[in-house]
């Protein structure tokens, strides 16, 4: 039995690890607004270079990296093809259209996160005064914790060139799906972080999830458009200043932390198996490190319990949409197993 708590909520809960805190104690520092600081010069220039762009730029979170990279591209007026559950229109409060001026054009997912191809043909506006001017494809992988298809990537962003679209990535969890893939393919993650990378135009990434970093993100682009995003990050108080400190971090994830994430999928695969035994719960089986769990039969009335008794037994889960479980550095197999028997306990009273 684990006595602490089993923090399942999400992967951004990890703190930095001893060796983790070392390097960041050991990190040089400047004044970044000046482009002083070494550390996180450093990092834009590993992150760039490991995934085949010019230029990167560090910023505090995922969620300014999306929205620099959608006001970089497009401009007032202008709009981005996105999915209706990605993070970059759905949870990011409206921001491109609130700061930018920029309209989203949702699109339906189907079941593996991808879209129909004629839904985006579809959804490109003629040039005609009536509309926006489509501008950008945004995509994200992992989705829901899914690897979006690599097939659909190439087809969906070769389409989006071939209409003068440009692409972004939101790979908030864009090594998630790179050990995946590599996994599938007998391959190596960096080099599928590579492949991915190399369809689009732009790629945020977060550090402060699975790689296990405590704060921060960083957008790839070319030159031009991160020298546009320098700008948008300033406006949006994104300018920090030594931050090499947190930089540091996400250099030690990028080197220490990408291959042990099979460890965290192993661990959601592991969970996954032990709520599948239980009767009244439906579980997707996991691809990377989210486990979607749905209560069904006579236990679908009683969903809104859970969450609540899973945390009175040191079990803490989220459920905006459906009920997730997320593994991450954190959480070990005895952890796992905890969730899963309070779970049986629930459905068993
Ligand atoms: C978490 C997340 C973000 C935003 O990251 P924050 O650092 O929380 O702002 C963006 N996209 C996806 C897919 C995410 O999971």
């Given at each position: 039995m684990t006595t602490a708590t089993v923090d399942l909520r999400s992967d951004t809960v990890t703190r930095p690890t001893p060796q983790m805190r070392e390097a960041m104690m050991a990190a040089p520092l400047g004044d970044d607004v000046y482009g002083d600081d070494p550390s996180v010069n450093a990092l834009q220039q590993q992150l760039a270079h490991m995934l085949g762009f010019e230029a990167a730029l560090f910023v505090p979170t995922g969620t300014q990296g999306n929205l620099c990279a959608i006001l970089s591209h497009c401009q007032r007026g202008e709009e981005y093809i996105v999915g209706q559950m990605a993070h970059c229109y759905r949870w990011e409060g409206g921001n491109a259209a609130v700061f930018g001026s920029v309209q989203p054009q949702p699109l339906e997912h189907r079941p593996d996160g991808s879209f129909a191809l004629?839904?985006?043909?579809?959804?490109?506006?003629?040039?005609?005064?009536?509309?926006?001017?489509t501008r950008l494809l945004a995509l994200e992988n992992t989705w829901g914790g899914k690897l979006l298809p690599f097939e659909f990537i190439q087809q969906a962003t070769a389409l989006a060139a071939s209409r003068g679209l440009s692409r972004h990535l939101d790979g908030a969890r864009l090594f998630n799906a790179a050990v995946r893939q590599a996994q599938l393919n007998g391959s190596d993650a960096y080099v599928e972080a590579r492949r991915i990378a190399d369809c689009f135009d732009?790629?945020?990434?977060?550090?402060?999830?699975?790689?296990?970093?405590?704060?921060?993100?960083?957008?790839?682009?070319?030159?031009?458009?991160?020298?546009?995003?320098?700008?948008?990050?300033?406006?949006?108080g994104g300018g920090m200043r030594q931050a090499g400190f947190l930089a540091a971090a996400g250099s030690y994830a990028l080197e220490h932390h990408v291959n042990r994430l099979a460890e965290d999928h192993a661990l959601a695969q592991r969970l996954a198996e032990g709520l599948g035994g239980i009767s009244g719960v439906q579980v997707e089986a996991p691809q990377t490190n989210i486990v979607f769990v749905d209560l069904v039969g006579p236990a679908r009335a009683r969903a809104a319990e859970l969450i609540p008794y899973l945390k009175a037994h040191g079990v803490l889960a989220s459920g905006l949409y459906r009920l997730r479980f997320v593994t991450h550095l954190d959480v070990d197999a005895a952890g796992v197993d905890h969730a899963a028997e309070v779970v049986r306990a629930f459905l068993a009273q």
């Open positions: 004629d839904d985006i043909e579809a959804a490109i506006k003629p040039d005609d005064p009536h509309f926006a001017v732009s790629v945020s990434v977060c550090l402060s999830k699975g790689l296990g970093a405590p704060v921060g993100s960083v957008l790839c682009a070319s030159r031009a458009v991160i020298d546009r995003a320098v700008r948008i990050r300033k406006m949006a």
